[in-house]
């Protein structure tokens, strides 16, 4: 049952960012598990290959994913902007979730060329998104 007014395309989908969230706080923990099991890790050389996938993992899997996650809510919402979630969004985030994975996986074992695919899935979902955001403007009633 629809309000007067509201357009079915406004109303944020919850799997979508719930899929963004989950892998964020799976990041996360991924990286406290790692400082729980191996404290010595951030001391030293901070350029390290294992301290550089650390940190790959608190900023592109937690707080890139928790703003892709957040943006699938605020959007439709704030903006008004319609973002129905259909195959290719599902597509975006597999690319990002693959490609967070690969580069702190493929910083962990010191290989930079596995790590530069990786980057670009991350850097590809990320301009989907963005993309989405821009083509959905034109259709946004909000000022």
Not at 21 to 29: I, K, R
Not at 64 to 83: D, E
Not at 109 to 135: E, H, K, N, Q
């Amino acid at each position: 049952m629809e309000t007067a007014g509201a357009r079915r395309d406004l109303v944020p989908s919850s799997a979508i960012p719930l899929a963004y969230f989950g892998l964020a706080h799976a990041g996360l923990a991924a990286a406290l598990g790692v400082l729980a099991i191996r404290p010595e890790l951030p001391g030293g050389f901070f350029y390290h290959p294992k301290m550089v996938a650390l940190v790959h993992l608190v900023t592109i899997a937690w707080l890139t994913g928790s703003i892709l996650g957040a943006f699938h809510i605020v959007a439709p919402l704030a903006l008004r902007l319609p973002m129905p979630v259909r195959r290719a969004e599902w597509a975006g985030f597999a690319a990002f979730a693959a490609g967070a994975i690969g580069m702190v996986a493929h910083f962990w074992i010191g290989t930079y060329d596995g790590m530069a695919w990786s980057a670009g899935l991350v850097t590809a979902a990320i301009a989907w998104v963005g993309f989405r955001a821009a083509r959905g403007m034109r259709d946004s009633a909000a000022p």
